[in-house]
């Protein structure tokens, strides 16, 4: 069964600063790979995903991540933080092998705080 | 287009009641699943439904059951309610381009006392 882990439950960037959320999965081959975003009370936003190919994936909101094969990793970037991403960030995988259908498996999720 | 909708948005119950979740996918959209959030984690799969047919489980108890009706909605129930099914439920409809590609509804909050 694949698994996901975000090693870092809390980071706090200050506004204007650069800002990597980690994400590292476990899987016998290539997941199919996505970012979601939940603001408090609220549900999951797709922020970006991947199926195949270049392993730079732009998303919404000025986010990429990268695909690492060899890390089993799948980080998300973004070059200049804003107040209003303050937010909880999960990564999550699907197996398209599966016979869970199209079950998503998420991390424990990493909270974002941004200081002024 | 709207996004999924799901209802109620809260709700309380009394351990050891029934309740029923219902959510309707984006237009279009032949697949929904159901999520629980619980507090400070992140979501765990209950179920996939496409075209009335489940076709994923989660490793939840028997006391947890959905379906999906022909207009694509679906409703998630749950009996003899224990204190720690209290949590967010979520909807998350796909379809017509990839079945992967799931987007999630503002979620039921469902408080049990």
């Known amino acids: 069964a694949q698994s996901v882990t975000q090693p870092d439950i809390h980071i706090t960037v200050s506004e204007g600063a650069s800002l990597e959320l980690r994400c590292n999965y476990s899987?016998?081959?290539?997941?199919?790979l996505f970012w979601y975003v939940q603001s408090p009370g609220q549900g999951l936003q797709l922020l970006l995903k991947y199926f195949s190919g270049d392993t730079l994936v732009q998303g919404i909101k000025g986010f990429e991540a990268e695909f690492k094969r060899s890390q089993s990793s799948f980080n998300l970037r973004k070059p200049s933080v804003h107040w209003s991403d303050a937010a909880e960030y999960f990564c999550a995988v699907v197996a398209p092998t599966s016979n869970a259908g199209n079950m998503l498996t998420f991390g424990g999720g990493t909270r974002l705080m941004v200081k002024p | 287009d709207a996004g999924v909708t799901q209802s109620p948005t809260h709700l309380i119950k009394t351990r050891g009641q029934h309740v029923t979740l219902r959510c309707s996918p984006i237009s279009g959209h032949k697949s929904v699943s159901w999520y629980q959030q619980v507090l400070g984690q992140g979501p765990q799969f209950i179920f996939q439904?496409?075209?009335?047919?489940?076709?994923g489980r989660g490793n939840f108890p028997d006391r947890f059951s959905a379906r999906q009706f022909p207009n694509y909605s679906s409703e998630l129930n749950v009996n003899a309610l224990l204190l720690g099914d209290s949590a967010l439920y979520l909807c998350?409809?796909?379809?017509?381009?990839?079945?992967?590609?799931?987007?999630f509804g503002p979620g039921t909050r469902l408080t049990v006392t």
């Open positions: 439904y496409y075209e009335k047919e489940e076709r």
């Open positions: 998350a409809s796909s379809g017509r381009g990839n079945p992967y590609e799931q987007y």
């Open positions: 899987y016998g081959a290539t997941p199919y």
